[in-house]
């Protein structure tokens, strides 16, 4: 086995790696997002008996980090972004008391790719004798750089990962799941798919949404750049955070750069002449990945939502040839009404040190996996 621990995002990263990898380790959106995560961000590459892969990482050091790396704000904290059910948020309160500060559980290794998405990058895909050894090297780094645990956020349970991480002591900790659509060939096709009670309440959005004037269409990336800034920041608001301007910028326009307008698609809801939502996805291979959204809450856009992230980009993606519209993790229960399958997506962790251990043992009992909405 050979090992190569380099700071920050490796510029030899794809040509390591390869280019037949899901949209999250491939180069363009590795490159969009060298920014994100932490202050210090990890790349692992590994080889091993022939094939090589990877794994991205952060060193997470503050504890102001965002709950959706920092493993204390995940599972005790009062969730902003998730939707636990409420009795397993309630019982946190209690959990707060008996277990060591969040200072004490840093600084911890988390292992992603911004995206929420966590896998070892390889062409084609890692044998298990790959992914074993980008795990042992990722959990010989955090060993020996006094690193209070190692996470694996968003492990879908459809990979090899699983099995690997469970093999080497991890514990999983159930988060929510990831939706994925797949399409026919014709939008026709795609309502038929539906169930019938789907199928009625699709019918009932499209013709409420005509009746209020909203449509939707595809349009251009720098023709709705403030409209799309301003419902970027109102959703982040909307999730109890503040919003970045510049960030939210920097995030959406490095996407932009790295992608090529060629592969972004963008969809924008218009009430009038006023745009009340949007959805952006990027274009990978044969799929299309939802990468941001936004929507204004208001009682003339009820379920303007599901007409820019489903009804008219559907339309599109299937005329384009595309076979799957990755809609990402969390509203799970909406996206399984029109059509999504669902899969797993799990927390794995691993404590270094026993005060770290016990903590994690606690919070964990009372984890269940976020609720539809």
């Known amino acids: 086995m050979a090992v190569q621990v380099l700071n920050g995002v490796a510029p030899q990263w794809s040509d390591h790696v390869g280019d037949n990898v899901p949209v999250h380790a491939g180069e363009p ?3 969009a997002t060298s920014h994100r995560l932490t202050r210090r961000r990890l790349t692992f590459l590994v080889t091993e008996n022939g094939q090589n892969g990877g794994l991205q990482a952060a060193v997470v050091d503050d504890p ?10 995940m599972l005790l904290a009062e969730p902003k972004v998730w939707k636990f059910p409420a009795a397993s948020v309630e019982a946190r309160g209690d959990l707060r008391a008996r277990v060591a500060p969040i200072e004490d559980w840093l600084p911890h290794l988390a292992v992603l790719y911004p995206g929420f998405d966590s896998f070892v990058a390889a062409s084609g895909g890692p044998t298990p004798a790959l992914a074993g050894a980008a795990v042992d090297a990722v959990t010989t780094w955090a060993a020996e750089h006094a690193m209070k645990a190692v996470s694996f956020h968003y492990v879908r349970t459809d990979t090899a990962l699983p099995q690997v991480l469970a093999e080497r002591g991890f514990r999983a900790i159930p988060l929510t799941f990831r939706s994925k659509l797949t399409l026919g060939g014709s939008l026709e096709d795609y309502f038929a798919s ?8 699709v019918t009932r959005e ?13 349009c251009s990336f720098d023709d709705m750049w403030p409209e799309m800034l301003a419902l970027r920041c109102h959703l982040v608001e909307r999730y109890g955070q503040k919003a970045d301007e510049d960030l939210e910028t920097t995030n959406m326009r ?8 060629d592969r972004i698609r963008l969809y924008c809801s218009f009430l009038d002449d006023r745009v009340v939502g949007f959805t952006l996805f990027v274009v990978w291979h044969d799929s299309w990945y939802l990468a941001y959204t936004g929507t204004y809450v208001a009682p003339e856009t009820r379920s303007v939502y599901f007409d820019h ?40 962790v691993r404590a270094l040190d026993p005060v770290t251990e016990r903590a994690i043992g606690l919070a964990a009992s009372v984890m269940r996996r976020e609720v539809g909405w």
């Not at 102001?64 to 704000?73: G, V």
């Not at 490095?254 to 307008?261: D, H, S, W, Y």
């Open 194 to 201: 539906l169930s019938r009670n789907a199928r009625s309440q």
């Open 64 to 73: 102001a980090a965002d709950e959706m790396i920092n493993l204390y704000r």
């Open 29 to 31: 959106w590795i490159n």
């Open 206 to 218: 499209r013709r409420r949404l005509a009746e209020a004037g909203i449509r939707t269409k595809r």
């Open 254 to 261: 490095q996407l932009l750069t790295c992608f090529g307008e």
């Open 309 to 348: 992230v489903f009804y008219s980009p559907v339309a599109d993606a299937i005329a384009e040839g595309a076979r799957i519209v990755d809609m990402g993790i969390g509203a799970w229960e909406g996206k399984r009404r029109r059509g999504c399958d669902l899969t797993p997506v799990d927390l794995w």
